[in-house]
Nanobody, 125 residues
Framework: QVQLVESGGGLVQPGGSLRLSCAAS????????IGWFRQAPGKEREGVSC?????????YYADSVKGRFTISRDNAKNTVYLQMNSLKPEDTAVYYC?????????????????WGQGTQVTVSS
């Protein structure tokens, strides 16, 4: 069974940093596109970043996080990370990772096959 588990969320002050992890099981992560999404209360789930498989294009960052967030992958651990720096209160949301068997990354929720349960990130002073 395909499973994704996010971890690393928590409470952080504005300007601080967090690293989120997305651990995959039931499939080999390096052949999938992996996306990070977030959803704030009352808002739609939005794409934050994604990383394709090695033969399916380039990484993507939403304008709102570009220059502050970095997506990376550790194939040996079957895990994808989202390093979040210079955090702002508007980054507060539940963060989800998702896997796309096509190997592409996308900002569209409908393109992803599997989702994690989410991890809460709260940025507040």
């Amino acid at each position: 069974q395909v499973q994704l588990v996010e971890s690393g969320g928590g409470l952080v002050q504005p300007g601080g940093s967090l690293r989120l992890s997305c651990a995959a099981s039931g499939f080999t992560l390096d052949s999938y596109g992996i996306g990070w999404f977030r959803q704030a209360p009352g808002k739609e789930r939005e794409g934050v970043s994604c990383m394709p498989s090695s033969s399916h294009g380039k990484t993507y960052y939403a304008d709102s996080v570009k220059g502050r967030f970095t997506i990376s992958r550790d194939n040996a651990k079957n895990t994808v990370y989202l390093q979040m720096n210079s955090l702002k209160p508007e980054d507060t949301a539940v963060y989800y990772c998702a896997a796309d068997a096509s190997g592409y990354c996308s900002t569209y929720v409908s393109t992803y096959d599997d989702w994690g349960q989410g991890t809460q990130v709260t940025v507040s002073s």
